[in-house]
């Protein structure tokens, strides 16, 4: 339910909170409390929404549309049994009002019964007016259930007939997106754009879609139409600016960036993006200065850090770059990139305890790509923890089995250790599935390399 707030419910709501703080009581017509409760519904008072409500209801304790603002009350506070008896109670009074099938529909979806809740909307759609409305609320129970087909038929709907919904519009394309139907979302957004030609949403949308093709061309047309048809929209500069720098027109994709930052109030994509632009064009300076304003921006956004670490790294500045990345870790902890980041400088500064401890928490924060294994086995090599190094293979052998580079350093390890048996087994896998790699036991384990029980294998 929706009321337009005029002159005089502005003047009721003033009256009813002055009557609220004097402790006297004043009368107020049922239209009246119903705007006051849905007023304050909107703007997310529910204490000053539920004092309406019970007041309305002492003065008119008939008034169906104030006890279906009390249900929609409790169904926000989670007391569904009281919102279904008064719903129960005011079916009985208008079995034909869609807005109470929309309230029990609400129950069933807070509870998880989704399904329960598309079968009471869809008889609601039969006794309402505001269809654009249900067939947005049916929409979204599909989307909790998965069901984007269908979720994605409901947002069409609503969409013929309320073409200015544009929540709607973003599902429809969500649900293509997640379907993988990308051609299917541009003749949609197309024949949209036929009706709708001047519509900043659908170019934005359908310049979106073409990007992920790598149609660049297209996109950037569809971007243009986006500012023609909107100068101010923000979105359409940014992903144009994009677009441009898939094209190396970096000047280009420059100047649209700089505009983002002229039209709203800067945000870190706008300055990581410039920053990646000038340091395309060798502007080194412009580049470190555009990526430290992304961290002072957001220095949650990982991008930011990272691009600053790296940019120091390809300059061989190995000793500035580990210092914004140790800032980086202080800052968010669990973060799987910066750690391995952190292994690889300390590894390049021959820190090996920091650059293996760096590698242990990128795995413990689930970083299980083999490149992590590897390394941390052979830094752990390194400081003599051949137990570790063991401990460490087998682990990454549970991610990658059989796999030859893990095989060769593990028959290594277990011949240091003596354990033979497992020496052997690891390295004919190794050495059936790739002989050419035994150079990786040579070089990481060359006493092992020499010995007569290897030779003997291997001939």
């Not at 529909?105 to 909307?121: M, P, Q, R």
């Not at 957004?189 to 093709?213: C, I, R």
């Not at 300076?285 to 991008?303: G, R, Y």
């Not at 095989?407 to 004919?428: M, P, S, V, W």
Request: glycine content about 4%; aromatic content about 14%.
């Amino acid at each position: 339910m929706q009321f337009e707030l005029n002159g005089d419910g502005f003047m009721s709501i003033k009256k009813f909170e002055l009557m609220l703080k004097s402790n006297a009581v004043g009368f107020f017509d049922s239209e009246e409390f119903e705007q006051i409760v849905e007023h304050y519904l909107e703007s997310g008072k529910m204490n000053m929404a539920r004092k309406a409500a019970h007041l309305g209801l002492s003065q008119h304790p008939s008034s169906v549309t104030i006890k279906l603002l009390q249900a929609e009350i409790l169904v926000f506070d989670n007391e569904f049994d009281k919102a279904h008896e008064i719903l129960n109670q005011l079916y009985e009074l208008q079995p034909h009002n869609s807005e109470i099938y929309i309230q029990k529909a609400n129950i069933f979806s807070k509870t998880d019964e989704h399904e329960k809740a598309v079968e009471l909307l869809k008889k609601a759609l039969e006794l309402t007016e505001d269809q654009a409305d249900v067939y947005n609320l049916i929409g979204m129970e599909y989307l909790f259930i998965e069901d984007y087909k269908q979720a994605k038929e409901n947002f069409i709907s609503c969409l013929e007939l309320d073409d200015t919904d544009y929540s709607a519009l973003y599902n429809i394309i969500y649900c293509f997106d997640f379907l993988k139907e990308h051609k299917g979302a541009i003749d949609f957004l197309n024949q949209f754009l036929n009706n709708n030609p001047y519509s900043e949403v659908a170019w934005h949308q359908v310049g979106k879609q073409y990007f992920d093709l790598k149609m660049y061309d297209k996109a950037l047309s569809a971007f243009d139409f986006a500012i023609i048809s909107d100068e101010l929209f923000v979105g359409a500069y940014l992903e144009k600016g994009k677009v441009l720098e898939k094209l190396g027109k970096y000047n280009e994709a420059i100047e649209n960036y700089q505009i983002t930052l002229k039209l709203d109030d800067p945000t870190s994509f706008a300055y990581l993006r410039l920053g990646k632009c000038y340091e395309k064009l060798g502007a080194h300076e412009l580049a470190i200065k555009f990526f430290k304003k992304t961290v002072k921006e957001d220095p949650l956004l990982d991008k930011g850090w990272i691009a600053l670490v790296d940019y120091y790294s390809t300059q061989l500045n190995y000793q500035k770059a580990l210092s914004y990345i140790e800032k980086a870790t202080e800052i968010d902890e669990e973060n799987a990139l910066y750690w391995i980041r952190y292994a690889k400088l300390n590894k390049k500064l021959n820190f090996f305890e920091e650059s293996e401890h760096g590698y242990r928490r990128a795995i413990e924060l689930g970083n299980y790509e083999l490149e992590t294994w590897l390394e941390r086995s052979d830094i752990l090599l390194q400081l003599g923890e051949i137990e570790a190094v063991v401990s460490n293979l087998e682990h990454g052998l549970e991610f990658y089995p059989k796999n030859t580079e893990i095989e060769y350093r593990l028959a290594g390890a277990y011949f240091k250790t003596n354990d033979l048996i497992k020496a052997r087994f690891h390295l004919q896998n190794a050495f059936k599935n790739d002989p050419e790699c035994i150079v990786l036991l040579e070089n990481l384990y060359p006493q092992v390399w020499k010995s007569n029980e290897v030779q003997s294998i291997i001939k």
